[in-house]
């Protein structure tokens, strides 16, 4: 079975700086998606980027990026010039037959 | 956009009710889902729908059932609610082929306590 891993239960920035969150799955199979999710406070939750494993290219999304290593598996995501409106939880997923998700990172991103 | 609506944003119920979670779409999408979100324990699947009257079970269906009688409509219920089932719960939509593996389109989710 598919097993998606965030070892970073919450993360602070400051705005303006740039951070990372890490993501590592479990999976045999070749063909697969990989999705960050935003969940902002009270709010709904919204896709941010989506990696498709068959291209070697990152995905990219203005300030929102992603470093995809396939052999490794992992599937980072990197948020350049934070804002405030950035902070929110951070979901990890990875889609195939069926769609697992992280346990989330808190971001919280101070003035 | 798709616009994913729920019935209700905060519920409070007692041990034993039955509960109905109502979900909304309105943009014509297949694939409909009810999750769990626990924290520490991230999003977990209870049902799903790639049709109407049609359903397959997740991951943690147990002490769950789903209705989808119309296309863009998809309830949950609970068919005696106990404490454990308190929770964050989410629906969401995917358009079409695609199914689980395609992105996903989610409601605001519902809050719900059971005392």
């Known amino acids: 079975a598919q097993t998606v891993t965030q070892s970073q239960p919450e993360m602070s920035v400051q705005e303006a700086e740039t951070v990372t969150l890490s993501c590592t799955y479990d999976t045999s199979e070749n063909n697969y998606y990989l999705f960050w999710y935003k969940q902002p406070p009270s709010r709904q939750m919204i896709l941010v980027i989506r990696q498709e494993a068959y291209k070697q290219q990152n995905a990219t999304e203005n300030r929102f990026s992603v470093n995809f290593q396939k052999a490794a598996k992992s599937f980072s995501l990197k948020i350049s010039d934070s804002q405030l409106g950035d902070t929110a939880m951070y979901f990890c997923a990875f889609g195939n037959n069926d769609m697992r998700f992280g346990a989330g990172t808190r971001l919280t991103v101070k003035p | ?115």
């Open chain 2, 1 to 115: 956009d798709v616009k994913v609506t729920q019935s209700s944003r905060y519920l409070v119920k007692r041990t034993g009710e039955k509960v109905f979670l109502e979900c909304v779409q309105d943009m014509d999408h297949e694939n409909m889902f009810w999750y769990r979100q626990d924290p520490g324990l991230g999003l977990r699947l209870i049902y799903f729908s790639y049709d109407v009257k049609m359903k397959e079970k997740g991951d943690i269906p147990e002490g769950y059932s789903v209705s989808r009688e119309k296309k863009e409509r998809f309830s949950l219920i609970l068919e005696s609610a106990s404490t454990n089932q308190t929770s964050m719960y989410l629906c969401a939509t995917t358009l079409g082929a695609g199914g689980r593996a395609d992105t996903q389109y989610f409601g605001p989710g519902t809050r719900l306590t059971v005392l």
